[in-house]
């Protein structure tokens, strides 16, 4: 089984209360693929500049992310800068360039249309976009937020029509459907047509909705969170990649996925950038399940 | 097995941003003792004035709570006001009127020395005087609050050096320890001399320390959240009501008892004041711990 992912591929400073680090690798379709290359076959469709370290296509390569389709392109690479409070939540976005990515058009190899799809934060007509290419997926996730929710609500509610699984920001679901209920909100979202919605709560862990299933999980519980960026594709890397590489959407499964989800964040977390995503081992994951197994786990009543 | 409780009975006012209510039964006995007297029987140590209405007493009474011990002095009860945000956390208190509650002297009659105790959140003094008086409880636990630590910290150390279980709000056993790692504090607290640790995280659930076991639970997840008065003192009771009834203290007992924590908690903060501990039935807390396991349960790995 495979993945393709369609995202950014950038080159962040990050700058915590801590320390803060220059030109180092970003993006969604990074984080993502490298948390789920533990899992799964990925595969990306992204674009970079000509100024791109090829030192960072050599770290995908490495972990085994097919890296065949990322284009490299005259002009600069997606360039962010954000800044992080002692909360270490939602960052401050100090710049963004997008150089090359403002004309991504990306175009799906033969081989990758009966892959399993994640659409990244990007642009919604980009996203249909890349559905249109698709021939038989075998599950369509995607993500988004509050500048498309606000530019381009009609469409994103498109692309969720066409699509299995919503990821989401909590906040950000409410400002898509004006509903404060977390409950009222995922009734909308499942009308709009996605049947799988999974809602992403920071430093609250994670929700997960689907009409036969409600299901919620701490976050995994860390001593030392170093650089939160990347945590949310991270969380998607994990959870599609346990998905894809069982091929089991049951709602039994879907769990296991989003703790898997919870997981690979956690690794996200504890350095900048992607460092600690390329140092973990098989073992270490399965150690952390088995903690948070225990950590959550408790018998049903007599 | 019963539970004795020593604290606070108040008459509020509370104020939210939807509505307010005056003069309503308050107090951290009284939310512990209604929210236990579902799972055990308990009794309550505590004073009231000349103004505090009888009809409180009778909801108590019919409740089987043990109310015997409630001594009326001539002077005003306890008065608290407070008002909530519209994140429904943390209360601004208005005003606080101490009444015959400043001059409160415990005494634990004999048939209450071997009890399971409760020592809510009042001075660490009062709660060294009522230790004295205790024989053989079968579990000691105390509350405290912010006041406490900054005034009477080394008292305060005192009550945990004695107590089994340490029941606090995750930011203050901060403040409390100096550590901002909750494992660092728990450690401290386990060299204070308690051997259980119970953190309340508010809408982030709790958790729970013993040398042997780390614990958590998210939040009950609710629709409506109508007044968080006396959210962590029902918690509390649910916790030590199953422990006392069930006379289990072992780790895998300890998390079915947070999880009751948790249920009476979610019940208490869907009404003003106790209202909703008012009404519950046990099929309704069954039901509750069922659903909240469901959510949270997820497999083993293969």
């Known amino acids: 089984m495979s993945i393709t992912v369609v995202g950014s591929i950038a080159i962040d400073n990050v700058i915590t209360p801590f320390d803060k680090k220059e030109n180092i690798l970003g993006g969604s379709a990074s984080f993502f693929s490298l948390a789920s290359s533990y899992l799964t076959d990925v595969r990306i469709i992204g674009v970079v500049g000509r100024d791109f370290d090829e030192r960072f296509l050599n770290i995908l ?35 963004t360039e997008l150089g090359v990515f403002m004309d991504f058009k990306p175009s799906v190899p033969h081989l990758f249309k009966n892959d399993t799809l994640f659409l990244a934060n990007i642009d919604p007509d980009i996203q249909l976009d890349v559905l249109k290419q698709m021939k ?19 469409r994103l509610i498109k692309v969720i ?34 049947r799988i ?38 969380f998607a890397g994990g959870f599609l990649g346990y998905l894809d590489n069982s091929g089991d959407f049951s709602d039994v499964n879907l769990k296991k996925a989003l703790v898997f989800g919870n997981i690979m964040a956690s690794f996200a977390v504890e ?7 390329l140092s973990i081992n098989a073992g270490e994951i399965k150690s952390r399940f088995n903690k948070f197994r225990n950590m959550t786990y408790f018998g049903e009543l007599e």
Chains 1, 2 share one sequence.
């Open 161 to 194: 029509e066409k699509s299995d699984v919503f990821i989401i920001n909590e906040s950000e679901v409410r400002l898509l459907t004006g509903e404060s209920s977390i409950f009222s909100a995922a009734k909308k979202i499942f009308e709009f047509g996605a």
């Open 197 to 234: 919605l999974v809602l992403k709560r920071g430093a609250y862990g994670a929700t997960m909705f689907t009409d036969s299933l409600f299901f919620m999980i701490p976050a995994y519980p860390l001593e030392n969170v170093i650089d939160p960026t990347g945590a949310g594709d991270s």
């Open 271 to 277: 350095s900048f950038g992607v460092d600690r995503l």
């Open 136 to 154: 038989a997926p075998k599950l369509i996730a995607l993500d988004t937020m509050n500048f498309w929710i606000e530019k381009k609500k009609n």
């Open 61 to 95: 390569n490495e972990k085994n992310v097919d890296i065949s389709n990322i284009v490299v392109k005259d002009g600069r690479t997606f360039h962010w800068e954000g800044s992080y409070n002692y909360d270490l939540s939602d960052p401050v976005t100090l710049n």
